[in-house]
């Protein structure tokens, strides 16, 4: 059973920067695609960044330039580092995985959810 443990959350002013981690166990990730998605109060939860299972990569238009995700196939792991944060950027933050491999498919996801990461942002 796949898990996913959110860590790095926090609060902080406008224009600062936080680094999440996600450390996934329970399967060999390689060909997974993997990403980071937040839920803001009232709103749908969105994938925000995700990598695939070669490393293509995808940015919410919103968080484009702002954002970088990055993992490491070795230790299980996907970050993801937010430069020039914005009130907006308020939300729980949550890792999640596709043994399917694509950025199509993680936006579908059916893997279970983590707790996830809370990350306030003041102006």
């Known amino acids: 059973q796949v898990q996913l443990v959110e860590s790095g959350g926090g609060l902080v002013q406008a224009g600062g920067s936080l680094r999440l981690s996600c450390a996934a166990s329970g399967r060999t990730f390689s060909h997974y695609s993997m990403g980071w998605f937040r839920q803001a109060p009232g709103k749908e939860r969105e994938l925000v960044a995700g990598?695939?299972?070669?490393?293509?990569?995808y940015y919410a238009d919103s968080v484009k330039g702002r954002f970088t995700i990055s993992r490491d196939n070795a230790k299980n792991t996907v970050s993801l580092q937010m430069n020039s944060l914005k009130p907006e950027d308020t939300a729980v933050y949550y890792c999640n995985v596709d043994p399917r491999g694509t950025i199509a498919t993680l936006m579908s996801t059916s893997n279970s959810w983590g707790q996830g990461t809370q990350v306030t942002v003041s102006s």
């Open positions: 990598t695939s299972w070669n490393n293509r990569t």
